[in-house]
């Protein structure tokens, strides 16, 4: 739910047009968001939180403590693509047409690494279940080629290095933690290799977590030469978490990632990194 920052963003981006990107890397929310705007369903990102996501058929502890999920990915994904799917054929078009890439991020149970996937029309509803399915939250384990895969915000929630490493020089981060945010250890980090007992790895990366999240903020704060980052981030006081389904918190989220979207697209082409 902190995503619903980062779909006010692209609303903005999408809604003025603005698309000056080679490649898009999305990371859970993140890459659901893409796909909308690449798709130029301006309204879809927050339209599905206020339907969907929002309400406790998508989100509920009790049914979380009677042993099923806190977030039953599932029923969403069931339900959207029946009453509100994503335009797939324009978003391929568009890559290939633009030769623009587009790579969905996800997280290997097996070895705890990144997963950088390349979509099809086939695969991508598919490929972006598996990059929103927080374990834990999400009890199921899903498959990707007999692999077994979860969310790819464990091996890599900023996947900016890996922009890099692809060749990037001008890159936009969109954030959902404040600029300022230090990501800490889990209180139950202690027993993921209880949790996770036949994927070691798997365990062990999602301990490691909080080292990889702030090894990618250093490299936002401190760029390699010839490298431009800008980073587009929520401000301190905006409360969305990751389970939250007020409307109105939500809402103002949204609004604030649509305003601060506008100002990125005024200032664009300046030079001057934007943080």
Known sequence: MRGVFAAGVLNAFGSEAFDPFDIYIGVSAGACNLASHLA???????????????TPRFISFGRFLRGGHLMDLDWLWDITISEYRLDLKKIFDKIKKRNKEYIVVATSMETGGGLYLQPDEKTLEHYLKVSSSLPILYRNILEINSEKVTDGGVADSIPVIEAYRRGATDITVIRTRPSDYVKKRSRISFLYPLMFRKYPQFARAMKNRPVVYMEAVRFIKNPPAGVRISEIAP?????????????????????????QGKRFIDAYGDGVPRH
């Open 40 to 54: 130029g369903q301006n309204d879809r990102n927050f339209d599905i939180i206020e339907r969907y996501s929002s």
């Open 235 to 259: 401000p301190p006081d905006i409360p969305a978490g990751r389970v939250t389904t007020d409307l109105k918190v939500l809402n103002a989220a949204y609004q604030s990632g649509r305003e």
